[in-house]
């Protein structure tokens, strides 16, 4: 019983095209994250949504719209997708801690490739 | 600016011996620190966390130690074992001034453990 799981798990596709990736957490939390790792392996938070609200937003370009219909899904769209979009992208999820650190669940992560 | 750092890649030890990796942190916001494992294809799961008032906490076989006047931390695991054989992920935690929840991670580590 996956508690985040991602969809597709690969992605391969060409410069220009858009593409969505899914996210579902059945861990009944209502914080939502999307991370990136590239290929120096940093791992960067690019979104968190708290209850479907869009909280953190890095300097992430405006081709990348999360849309989050329910506390239960965060999904990814990348418009006009570039070459340096290329990475794994890890979801998560965890219950907002506060005070105290309310671990965070990842996904398996999406491998995207950009030719 | 790399708030977290973890300055090696990787680090091979005997089976039975103990394991001790290292992190480097900047950020005197950070107040949770924290340490994510990662398999092959998989998302990190987490491992073991620390408060910045703290410095130690043990969890089982495995110990993260933090020096704030060093602004640095360790994740012991003694003994270690084959199934330790991952990447390990060093990460801070920061709460925004709007209460939000942000994790900076580090570039990870990959520990082999020799039968």
């Known amino acids: 019983d996956t508690a985040v799981s991602q969809t597709p798990k690969y992605l391969v596709t060409q410069m220009g095209n858009d593409k969505s990736i899914k996210c579902e957490q059945n861990l009944g939390h209502d914080t939502m994250y999307w991370y990136k790792q590239d290929s120096k392996k940093f791992l960067k938070i690019m979104f968190s949504y708290n209850n479907k609200e869009l909280i953190i937003n890095e300097t992430v370009p405006n081709r990348f719209s999360p849309k989050s219909p329910d506390k239960a899904h965060l999904n990814l769209h990348i418009n006009s997708l570039e070459l340096g979009d290329s990475a794994v992208y890890f979801c998560?999820?965890?219950?907002?801690?506060?005070?105290?650190?309310?671990?965070?669940?990842f996904g398996p992560g999406t491998r995207l490739t950009v030719l | 600016d790399q708030q977290v750092k973890q300055n090696s890649p990787s680090l091979s030890v005997q089976e039975g011996r103990i394991s001790i990796l290292n992190c480097d942190y900047t950020?005197?916001?950070?107040?949770?620190f924290l340490w994510y494992k990662k398999y092959p294809a998989e998302g990190p799961t987490f491992l073991i966390s620390?408060?910045?008032?703290?410095d130690k906490n043990e969890d089982g076989r495995f110990t993260v130690f933090l020096n704030k006047s060093a602004k640095h931390l360790s994740l012991h695991i003694v003994p270690s074992q084959p199934g330790d054989s991952a990447v390990y992920f060093c990460a801070a935690r920061r709460i925004s001034n709007f209460g939000n929840e942000k994790l900076t991670f580090g570039t990870g580590t990959r520990l082999t453990i020799i039968p």
């Open positions: 950020n005197s916001m950070f107040d949770y």
């Open positions: 998560a999820s965890s219950q907002a801690g506060g005070r105290t650190y309310n671990e965070q669940f």
């Open positions: 620390i408060s910045s008032i703290k």
